[in-house]
């Protein structure tokens, strides 16, 4: 099972970029879906999290303001809208499930996508 990632790319800082996540494999009804992001050198995080059944959304507290999910269970797609981007924001984002309930821990999510570069810089 994969999940595909898109959406990344260079932009400014202070600018935005919209993440999408989707699969054919299997419908998004029943399963959290989470984004993480790995920077060089560093281990991945949990960025936002939206759950199945009860909607609850989890952001870390760097981007929390800043970053909105979103999931359009009619297209399969859950969105990562960015907004006022900084450089630390520069990472690899993955889209990643579970069945149901969020976590911020990579280890406890089931199916991962591949990755898509954000890269903020002037």
């Known amino acids: 099972v994969q999940l595909q990632a898109s959406g990344g790319g260079l932009v400014q800082p202070g600018g935005s970029l919209r993440l999408s996540c989707t699969t054919s494999?299997?419908?998004?009804?029943?399963?959290?879906i989470g984004w993480f992001r790995q920077a060089p050198g560093k281990e991945r995080e949990g960025v936002s999290c939206i759950s199945a059944s009860d909607g609850v959304i989890y952001y870390t507290d760097s981007v929390r303001g800043r970053f909105t999910i979103s999931r359009d269970n009619a297209k399969n797609t859950v969105y990562l809208q960015m907004n006022s981007l900084k450089p630390e924001d520069t990472a690899v984002y993955y889209c990643?499930?579970?069945?149901?309930?969020?976590?911020?821990?990579?280890?406890?999510?089931?199916?991962w996508g591949k990755g898509t570069l954000v890269t903020v810089s002037s």
């Open positions: 990643a499930t579970r069945w149901n309930s969020c976590t911020s821990q990579a280890s406890r999510m089931a199916y």
């Open positions: 494999e299997f419908t998004f009804d029943y399963y959290a």
